[in-house]
């Protein structure tokens, strides 16, 4: 997961209040109660024997690589979402949901099974659950509806430090804050995958921690999800920008998801921002760093990050120190929209 250019990031510490409302959680169809604390719901939910059973069957399934061929061109109409996004598709418009890059982030699915429609969000932070998620319901859920919705997670490994060490990792804080929100709800929520912590963690030899899985891929027509990883190919559009603008949202009002996708005209929307000196000093200073100390500076788990890390960080920094002046990327502080094409791919679109 990224940092922000400044790495501030509390670690929010373990709430211990007791569910005190009538828990809106289910498993393989039978009501999860847990009157202690969202805490001990976690430990509940990862070793209830329907989820292990599942995390098992996800764990036997091989990783979808999802790519574009230089040769088609052409891609499965997906949409894509990166750290702190959220995306609702239809699936009369689109065919496939996903992301990666996760680490101690969760992705996160919501789908109603009546509808189809599929919110995916990468979440990467407890600050970020509560509106994230009600930003995730506003299209999936119908207040008059009594249907229940399944979700899958999927990410955050174990990242805890040894037993006796205060520092709690950024995984468990992030997880409890999504069963307590989840439990909380007036929506009914069926937990399908619960593919975090334990669950998504493999060990080396020498005891230290790596993820079993970095995302997933979501089939919009029928639900179906698997182990998914994506490329420079299909991590799109406008990959680059929407980095950066992430970047730059740290600080800037109450922590929440960033909406680039338009659910019903099926079309990425970047609205126009500006990139701070903070950023473009960093930028240079990073860019002549050792790979080494560019994840040290800026993942919450180092050793645990996809190979292409460190390169995409360069990418970042070379556009900001090519591009110092954001009204070049957004002239006339004009959006940038881009509308898929026959393809299935996107381009950049003259429409505002």
């Known amino acids: 997961m990224n940092v922000s250019p400044s790495r501030v990031i509390t670690k929010e510490r373990f709430n211990t209040k007791c569910f005190r409302v009538r828990i809106m959680i289910f498993v393989n169809g039978v009501r999860f109660l ?34 574009v061929s230089e040769e088609s061109g052409s891609q499965a109409k ?17 065919e496939l949901v996903g992301t ?12 109603n099974c009546t509808s189809g429609m599929t919110s995916i969000g990468h979440l990467d932070s407890p600050k970020v659950v509560d509106i994230g998620l ?9 207040s008059d509806d009594d249907a229940i919705l399944d979700v899958h997670l999927v990410g955050a490994f174990e990242d805890s430090a040894p037993q006796g060490n205060d520092d709690t990792g950024y995984s468990f804080p992030l997880c409890m804050k999504i069963v307590e929100k989840l439990a909380e709800s007036k929506v009914k929520f069926e937990i ?5 912590l334990k669950h998504n963690t493999r060990w ?9 899985f970095h995302g997933l891929l979501v089939e919009t027509s029928n639900g179906r999800v698997v182990p998914g990883s994506f490329d420079a190919s299909t991590r799109c559009p406008d990959e680059i920008i929407r980095r950066i603008r992430l970047g730059a949202s740290f600080g800037h009002g109450p922590p929440r998801l960033l909406d680039t996708y338009q659910t019903q005209t099926d079309r990425f929307l970047i609205p126009p921002f500006s990139w ?35 390169a995409t960080q360069k990418r970042v920094w070379e556009y900001l120190i090519q591009h110092p002046d954001w009204k070049e ?23 505002r």
């Not at 990666?100 to 789908?111: L, Q, S, Y």
């Not at 399908?192 to 975090?196: A, D, E, G, I, P």
């Not at 040290?296 to 180092?302: M, R, W």
């Not at 002239?331 to 929209?337: A, N």
């Open 192 to 196: 399908r995958n619960f593919q975090v």
């Open 34 to 67: 847990s009157d202690s604390s969202p805490v001990e719901g976690v430990i509940a939910l990862l070793e209830h024997p329907d989820l292990v059973s599942a995390s098992r069957t996800f764990c036997a399934i091989p990783e979808k690589k999802f790519s």
């Open 329 to 351: 990327t957004f002239p006339s502080k004009l959006p940038r929209v881009f509308q898929r094409i026959e393809s299935g791919n996107w381009s950049l679109s003259s429409e």
């Open 276 to 310: 701070t000196m903070q950023q473009l000093r960093f930028a240079s200073v990073m860019r002549h760093c050792s790979d080494l100390e560019i994840l040290l500076t800026t993942s919450t788990s180092p050793s645990a990050e996809g190979p292409d890390f460190v």
């Open 204 to 212: 080396d030899s020498e005891g230290n921690a790596y993820p079993i």
């Open 100 to 111: 990666d890059e996760a680490t101690t982030c969760v992705g996160i699915v919501i789908r």
């Open 134 to 142: 009600s930003q995730m319901l506003s299209l999936v859920s119908d």
């Open 78 to 94: 997906c949409v894509y979402v990166f750290q702190r996004e959220y995306a609702t598709a239809d699936p009369s418009l689109v």
